[in-house]
């Protein structure tokens, strides 16, 4: 008893430390900073930009019924954070019932997305903000930091095919046309939780890393046998990221990056293992991981 009581406050003692980061570690942005800014939004995306630890922006992707790429979690309008154009609440039937998919990019531009916060984000600050596109993201962003990398999520499943997105060959091609007008398809990774997206995007650009995010708690190896290929990124929810987990990735080639971790000592517990890079919804944190 003693032992373990004595193991405990060592292990305790080890997460209060901080941590040599190694160079080239990929502190992500996720969503922009959804911790401190309206999810998904230029403001989020600005406010990242101003953290020097941030190397890679990660964001959402939906598709307008004009077929631009907008930057957005969900595919329609989430009733938790996003108001009409009168300024009222969507129940969720009426979300669920205006895919984006449904609306040009000038008519989505319309709704606020930022005035209510986010309950589950104390901290975020409440301000009007749109969903913007793709292009404007990247555009506005480079021009406060052209080296800075991306992360971009097809937001697919089977039973959203043609109804919240189009059908995940198109999805991917529309995806594919756009990083090569804005001339970053080498500062990207592509990431799904749907391999037919990834399996999409890989039969037609080849060249794109692409990351696989897993939610499930299966084996590494389990996993893999999903795809026909080796993603060059294996991104699981950090809580069931272990030694094992590293050490299977390093036998198979890929990065490891986790999602979304917003403690200190859990981002600490993660550097230790050996990941890759990390994807958190507080850049701010970022410093008190190599604090004491």
């Known amino acids: 008893m003693l032992f373990t009581v004595l193991s405990f406050i060592a292990c305790k003692a080890t997460e209060n430390k901080p941590v040599v980061v190694p160079s ?14 309206p999810e998904n939004s230029l403001p989020a995306f600005a406010h990242a930009l101003s953290f020097p630890d941030v ?20 595919p329609f309008f989430n009733p ?17 019932k205006m895919p984006l998919l449904s609306l040009t990019a000038e008519e989505i531009r319309q709704f606020d997305c930022g005035s209510m916060g986010n309950p589950r984000f104390p901290e975020q600050e409440k301000m009007r903000v749109f969903k913007p596109t793709l292009r404007e993201v990247v555009e506005s962003a480079r021009a406060v930091r052209p ?7 097809i937001k697919s499943q089977p039973s959203w095919d043609n109804i919240f997105h189009p059908g995940v060959e198109e999805f991917a091609a529309l995806l594919v046309a756009e990083l090569k007008h804005l001339g970053i398809t080498g500062d990207v990774t592509v990431q799904s939780f749907d391999i037919r997206a990834l399996e ?24 893999l046998k999903k ?39 859990s981002m600490r517990r993660l550097v230790r293992l050996g990941v890759d890079g990390i994807i958190t919804d507080y850049p701010d944190r970022i410093r008190k991981v190599y604090q004491p």
């Open 227 to 265: 795809l026909t290929f080796i993603p060059y990124i294996y991104s699981p929810y950090y809580l069931t990221v272990g030694r094992k987990t590293v050490q299977t990735c390093r036998k198979q080639d890929m990065k490891l990056v986790p999602w979304t971790v917003n403690e200190v000592t």
């Open 80 to 96: 938790a954070i996003c108001l009409r154009t009168d300024g009222t609440r969507f129940t969720d039937s009426a979300a669920m």
């Open 55 to 74: 190397t890679t922006l990660e964001l959402d992707l939906a598709v307008s019924r004009d077929g631009k790429l907008i930057v957005s979690h969900e």
């Open 147 to 153: 080296n800075i990398r991306w992360n971009l999520e």
């Open 24 to 37: 080239g570690f990929d502190w992500q942005g996720h969503r922009g900073c959804r911790g401190l800014k």
């Open 200 to 223: 999409a995007m890989h039969r037609q650009a080849p060249e794109i890393p692409l990351a696989y995010l897993i939610e499930n708690m299966d084996s590494v190896e389990k996993n």
